[in-house]
């Protein structure tokens, strides 16, 4: 029953700590250091930046100013009534006393001003907040659907992700709080003011307490924010590794490292309590000050302002004020220094914003781009391009070909020698350096992206498939796609039967990306999204992975059906694939070394023959050092 | 506690998370077992409520002490003797007055900071034996739940649960004290003015309450339609490729505009329901300081009470709104902690299937002799689908078994079935003659060695993933066991050499030197009996066949079996068994099975010399 198994615990930390034995080579979850948390307070680039996407709101943004403003004087002016109402309503034995059924009075409309200044304030606020957090998250969002390829192909997915959420969280953190920091502000100045002006003496001798909390906040905040992120990371750091155990439980089982990583963990959670009481005791030991403050002041206020009303000079009412303005008085001190903390996340974060929003966009489509017809003849044409990631090394150099229309043309080479570039280059994922990538005769460039997407279908190498039905994903390229369009082109790729016996059939829903089928299945599924689309021309990259036999036979046999009758540039891996090519293009260090059909090339002895012979069922197999060896001799020919 | 926990546990909330509302009994149990758990802390525990009624009380005297003073005021106007004992009088209440403030200060710095305490030493106990009772559970656990919902168990269910001490049960303390105790003392003062003065209680007790509630419920959906927009962000940017390839960006922002209203939606009706809450409170508490004014006023004026104690009423009544409010973060609270808890311990009280037995003593391994006899199996939850069926063959010390056969025929279960990573539901296997289930699970795991398909790298130095099954292992082994798997090389090749970080958020390594790490970290293990489970499928066939080379040594004592769809990864083995349907159809060596010309021989062929009727029809279709 007891979850804590105290006894077991000890057990095994002396098993693993046995004396004079090295420590393990051994850590559970990882060690890496988060990004940085708080920037400089201010920005003044950033907060420009922000500002763009709070601009359409900013008639709200006003609005929800001025409510703070009378919700705050509201809350101002309540003291003062009570303090009215005692001083001249309530003289003893009056019978007539207008001036409490007035004060009472003012205090009705004071409370209904105060209830609809808080709703609007806090309603207007809120829901501003809300949808500048969605914008700012669809500019992102939307950005990245532009940015070329070669900056997604640095950047981590779960990098962007943390912009997309937790920064994006932070920025809302942030306007929710700047709006409300003017009301602490006003609320301070506010009472400040409104002490003095009922009684200076005794205003300035209570407000003399105030620069004691803003002293002792100034040396506390720096130690706490430190005992705060410690108390942060070493929990991160505990989940982390909570994390991996659950993800890498089979490993962990399987070489059975229970017991250390057990005692490893009870570091990491031992930690993550220490850290905490800390951060508990930091936050904790403000709490007598302020009070003492408190109290000092009402000290102050009694003894000071109490003998002044002895003496008559100073009305009980004004006193009793004083303790009211007392016990509010702390909250805008302690809420602004909070609030330093959150500009100083929102200002990091935004900075990390800003930083994918200004991601250049290489690829885009030009004013008065054309629209690629679906009636052009599908031809496909590499003119002298050349092409780098970084145009100093070039991947590709100078390469010219044509693929006719309704041609399959299988592209071969070693890893390296740039087919997967050339195959990009036919959608203008990235632009040519020198030279032109021509479909249907025109150059890319000159072609809107979106026409062009629909006219050449691509296949990748890793079938990426989306959450959802099988029948969505397959139609994913034509949302108008019947369900007969569907089944057909399944049934066409062979897919048919083995979706049939999902759970669900077309209707079962697969998981992550896929996740529940074999990869062989995945590949037909995403043979049959190819086909749905009905684009002229077919650019597939094929797999490399070893599939099981079984598969590999249905994969070849879809792969014809799929070319049929439109063009095709296979970067093939196969020997199958290749020798059904009408046209093979052997490339090598980004150039097209040999073209032939099989038997030509075969006849030439080149490249192409010497890999052939070399008999491996795959030109992924070679070996490198045949690949060499042959590479050599092949470009001696 | 921290937003990017939450984050990323939220993303999978499941079936296994979503306990069915539990009834109350349930609920209640639950709340009785985490109360019981802080109580093991007693000295804590006893601050903590100990500083909660000091600090009440402490709390409930200032108004009386503010009231006062107002009072000495009152009394005295005119001076002269008496106006100098009522200053004295006025000091003396001012100092009660500090010394009351300061000592509450304190009383409440040790009542929150021991509350959090109970609570951070409750969530220690918990995490430690949530990631023992996780590292444990078998395999067939972690098959039928989603690592999603753990993660929402271990991080935020666990919050839930260590949370209950200091926001529920302190706070019913400490409402207790003040709302009891001060509506004595104000009705006692005078009735009428004092249930005004409390009138707002119920109201907005009630109000924060069913709000509280309210924005839970509506949080949790809120988590869910976010997670469905953090998949559609997710998925489109790691399959950014596909959605160019298919201009689909349209599409996708379409996508990405639906799930994100409908979090929008939620979000706008959640800010909603908090702001008529909160302003709704005010106006409660306001309208019942107004009332105390106005009927408190005449009474003064009617010289029924003093200026003085109409103060107290007011100040008590600043007291007494903060905590009011939180009742519905108390109620909420309860809630959290009764969910939560049911979860964590439905966790924590699982059986785990494949355990030690009572009687387990270690292996003994002298011939290292592997022996399936009649093995039967079935996944559990699918008993009526037999994925093995009587199985049986021998694999001596130095003998390699290659097996192989179609997809989903229990190639891999078998592999699964060695070490115990499911128990057999028929028949037996043995080591040197003891049944593997008579054995400790430790001892068996140190002599079956899996190298698996998706090989898991830890986010660590590529040597301490070599290392893993062998923490305290020299350098030089694992070098050596690196060198084995044709990794040492490329290893070298890397800016960090061994000590480059990988992993998941280290570098990223392919799927063939993934493998070959495996295969390394395998090796590190000394194995009696290595089991490959299809785990060169991504290794180019000449690494393959150096491994192999190098493998011959290593295998010369111990058992290797080898699980395969590359018939040249498993040629050579002493036996080859092909399974299909959970059954071996054809067994025998490599020529004996060709010359069979059975199944494995038309798979031979296929593989061999890939389809040439295949290409005829290529040629007549394309």
């Known amino acids: 029953m007891a979850p804590d198994g105290a006894g077991e615990i000890e057990v095994e930390r002396n098993e693993v700590r046995d004396g004079g034995r090295r420590p393990p080579r051994a850590v559970v979850g990882s060690h890496r250091i988060e990004e940085e948390m708080f920037g400089r307070v201010f920005d003044k680039n950033i907060v420009k930046r922000i500002w763009a996407f709070v601009r359409p709101y900013r008639a709200r943004v006003i609005i929800s100013v001025a409510a703070v403003l009378i919700f705050t004087a509201t809350q101002l002016v309540i003291p003062l009534i009570i303090r009215y109402a005692i001083d001249n309503g309530m003289a003893p034995g009056e019978i007539d006393h207008p001036a409490l059924l007035y004060s009472v009075a003012a205090f009705a409309l004071a409370i209904l001003i105060n209830y609809a200044a808080s709703y609007i304030q806090e309603t207007v606020v809120g829901q501003m907040a809300e949808n500048v957090l969605f914008d700012i998250r669809r500019a992102m969002f939307g950005h990245l659907q532009k940015v070329s390829l070669s900056f997604m192909d640095k950047t981590e997915v779960g990098r962007l992700m943390s912009r997309l959420q937790g920064d994006v969280n932070s920025m809302q953190e942030f306007l929710e709080t700047s709006v409300l920091s003017v009301g602490d502000i006003v609320l301070l100045f506010g009472i400040v003011f409104v002490m003095l002006w009922l009684d200076f003496r005794l205003g300035l001798l209570t407000l003399s307490v105030m620069p004691i909390l803003f002293i002792v906040r100034i040396f506390w905040l720096p130690r706490a924010r430190e005992a705060f992120m410690a108390a942060h990371e070493t929990n991160s750091v505990a989940n982390g590794a909570l994390a991996e155990a659950i993800h890498g439980v089979r490993a962990v089982q399987s070489m059975d490292r229970q017991q250390v990583n057990f005692t490893l963990y009870d570091d990491k959670a031992a930690a993550n309590l220490k850290t905490h009481l800390t951060a508990a005791k930091y936050a904790q030991v403000m709490v007598p000050i302020v009070d003492s403050l408190t109290g000092l002041a009402m000290a102050f206020v009694i003894v000071v302002g109490g003998s002044m009303v002895l003496n008559g000079g100073l009305d009980v009412g004004i006193m009793v004020a004083f303790l009211f303005y007392i016990q509010r008085f702390f909250d805008p001190i302690r809420s602004l220094t909070l609030q330093y903390s959150v500009m100083q996340r929102a200002m990091a974060s935004g900075k990390r914003l800003t930083d994918v929003l200004d991601v250049r966009i290489d690829v885009k489509d030009k004013p008065g781009a054309k629209v690629l017809s679906p009636d052009m003849d599908g031809s496909v044409e590499f003119k002298d391009v050349t092409f780098g990631y970084d145009p100093k090394q070039p991947v590709l150099k100078d390469v010219s070909f044509r693929v006719n229309p309704g041609e399959t043309v299988a592209l071969v080479g070693p890893t390296g020698s740039g087919k997967s570039s050339a195959m990009a280059l036919v959608h203008r994922f990235y632009d040519v350096q020198k030279g032109e990538v021509l479909v249907g005769g025109h150059d890319v460039r000159d072609l809107t992206q979106e026409s062009l997407g629909r006219q050449v279908a691509m296949v990748l190498q890793e079938p990426f498939l989306f959450t959802g039905t099988v029948f969505e994903n397959i139609r994913y390229h034509k949302a108008d796609a019947t369900r007969d369009q569907v089944i057909e082109a399944a049934r066409a790729v062979g897919a048919h039967d083995f979706i049939m016996s999902l759970d669900g059939g077309y209707d079962a829903i697969l998981g992550e990306r896929g996740g529940n089928l074999s990869l062989g299945q995945r590949q037909l599924i995403s043979f049959a999204r190819a086909l749905v689309a009905d684009a002229k021309i077919l650019v597939l990259d094929e797999a490399t992975a070893n599939i099981d036999s079984y598969t590999e036979m249905l994969i070849q046999k879809a792969l014809i059906r799929l070319l049929q009758g439109r063009t095709g540039l296979v970067i093939a891996h196969r020997l199958a694939t290749i020798r059904g090519a009408d046209r093979i293009i052997v490339l090598q260090n980004g150039q097209v070394i040999e073209t032939g059909n099989h038997d030509q090339l075969m006849a030439k002895g080149g490249l192409y023959s010497k890999l052939y012979n070399l008999n491996y069922a795959s030109f992924d197999d070679i070996p490198e050092a045949e690949l060499e060896a042959s590479a050599q001799s092949g470009s001696q020919t | ?622």
């Open chain 2, 1 to 622: 506690m921290s937003s990017d926990a939450i984050g990323s546990a939220t993303k999978a909330r499941n079936s296994f998370a979503h306990v069915e509302a539990a009834g109350w009994g349930q609920g209640l149990s639950t709340l009785l077992r985490i109360t019981r758990m802080n109580l093991r802390h007693p000295w804590q525990v006893t601050f903590a409520i100990g500083s909660t009624i000091i600090a009440a009380t402490l709390q409930l005297t200032i108004p009386q002490l503010l009231g006062r003073a107002v009072d000495q005021t009152q009394t005295a106007i005119g001076g002269g003797a008496e106006g100098a004992a009522a200053e004295s009088a006025l000091l003396i209440s001012a100092l009660l007055l500090l010394t009351v403030s300061i000592l509450r200060g304190l009383f409440t710095m040790t009542q929150n900071y021991y509350a959090e305490a109970v609570g951070h030493h409750i969530g220690y106990e918990l995490r430690l034996a949530c990631y023992e009772k996780i590292q444990r559970l078998s395999f067939s656990f972690h098959d039928r739940v989603h690592s999603g919902d753990l993660i929402t168990i271990g991080m935020l269910d666990l919050e839930g649960v260590r949370m209950y001490f200091s926001t529920a049960l302190v706070r019913v303390v400490l409402l207790t004290m003040l709302i009891g105790i001060g509506a004595y003392l104000l009705i006692s003062t005078d009735p009428v003015l004092g249930l005004l003065a409390l009138s707002f209680v119920p109201f907005v007790g009630w109000r924060s309450s069913v709000t509280r509630l309210k924005l839970r419920a509506t949080w949790l959906e809120l988590q869910e339609r976010l997670s469905v927009l953090t998949r559609v962000m997710e998925e489109n940017l790691g399959g950014i490729r596909v959605v160019r390839a298919f201009a689909a960006q349209a599409h996708e922002m379409m996508k990405f505009d639906r799930a994100s209203k409908s979090a929008l939606e939620l979000a706008h009706e959640r800010v909603g329901i908090r702001v008529r809450n909160t302003s709704a409170m005010t106006f409660s508490f306001f309208l019942a300081m107004g009332l105390v004014l106005l009927v408190g006023g005449n009474k003064v004026v009617a010289g029924e009470i003093s200026v003085g104690t109409l103060a107290t009423f007011l100040t008590f009544m600043t007291i007494l709104q903060m905590p009011v409010r939180q009742l519905g973060m108390m109620v909420n609270a309860f809630a959290r902690a009764s969910t939560c808890g049911s979860r964590l311990f439905g966790l924590l009280d699982l059986d785990i299937a494949v355990k030690d037995a009572p009687d387990a003593k270690p292996l003994d391994i002298t011939d290292g002799t592997l022996r399936f006899n009649n093995v039967s199996f079935a996944y559990p939850g699918a008993q009526d689908r037999q994925v093995l069926k009587n199985v049986s063959f021998e694999a001596r010390k130095g003998e390699t078994v290659g097996i192989v056969g179609p997809p989903g025929s229990g190639k891999s279960t078998i592999a699964h079935l060695i070490p115990r990573f499911y128990d057999v539901t028929g028949g037996a296997i043995t080591l040197d003659g003891q049944d593997i289930r008579k054995a400790t699970l430790a001892s068996l795991r140190q002599s079956v060695a899996v190298v698996q398909q998706d090989a898991f790298l830890f986010t660590t130095t590529i040597e301490n993933n070599i290392a893993y099954g062998d923490p305290w292992a020299k350098e030089r082994r694992i070098a050596r066991a690196s060198e084995f798997a044709q990794l040492h090389n490329y290893v070298l090749g890397l800016p960090a050499g061994y000590g480059t970080v990988v992993g998941e958020r280290g570098v990223s390594l392919s799927g063939g030197q993934r493998q070959r790490l495996t295969i390394a970290r395998t090796m590190m293990l000394k194995p009696s009996v290595i089991v490959f489970d299809d785990s060169t499928a991504a290794i180019d066939a000449a690494t393959e066949s150096r491994i192999r080379t190098a493998m011959r040594r290593f295998a010369k004592d111990r058992v290797t079996i080898v699980i395969a769809h590359r018939l040249s990864s498993l040629m050579h083995a002493d036996q080859i068994l092909f399974v299909e349907g959970g059954e071996i159809v054809e067994r025998g060596t490599h020529e004996e099975l060709l010359a069979k010309g059975g199944r494995y021989r038309a798979l031979y062929d296929l593989q061999v010399r890939p389809g040439e009727e295949m290409l005829d029809e290529a040629g007549g279709g394309g």
